[in-house]
């Protein structure tokens, strides 16, 4: 069973950065899971922010150019690199898990993931 840990929320002021990390042990590795990001805010559905499937990245618009998804260099970690944050940006980020999918999978679908991290604060002052 695949367990997953966020970590790296924190408050930072407009402009500013942070880098979230996600833990992943259980019987595999995150090389064999696709691990996304998702963020929500109160009142709100969750909100899908990056994904990482064998080499591809895919980012909701809002975030393009400004936050980066990567893995580990082993294969038990994941990271979500974020940059010039904005006050918008302001929730609690969630790391998921899901199998390694083919094209035309949902992954902008929260329910599309099955394995999901407690999730880590992020509040970005104006």
């Known amino acids: ?5 966020e970590s790296g929320g924190g ?7 942070l ?22 805010i109160p009142g709100r559905e969750r909100e899908f922010v990056a994904v990482l499937n ?10 393009k150019g400004r936050f980066t998804i990567s893995r580990g260099n082993d294969e038990n970690s994941a990271f979500l690199q974020m940059d010039s944050l904005k006050p918008e ?7 998921a898990a899901t199998p390694l999918f083919i094209s035309g999978y949902p992954y902008l679908r929260a329910t ?15």
């Open 19 to 40: 880098r979230l990390s996600c833990e992943v042990s259980g019987r595999l590795g995150s090389h064999y899971y696709a691990v996304g990001w998702f963020r929500q």
């Open 54 to 63: 064998w080499n591809e990245r895919y980012y909701v618009d809002s975030v």
């Open 11 to 17: 408050l930072v002021q407009t402009g500013g950065s």
């Open 1 to 5: 069973q695949v367990q997953l840990v």
């Open 89 to 95: 940006d302001t929730a609690v980020y969630y790391c």
């Open 112 to 126: 599309s993931y099955n394995v999901w991290g407690q999730g880590t604060q992020v509040t970005v002052s104006s």
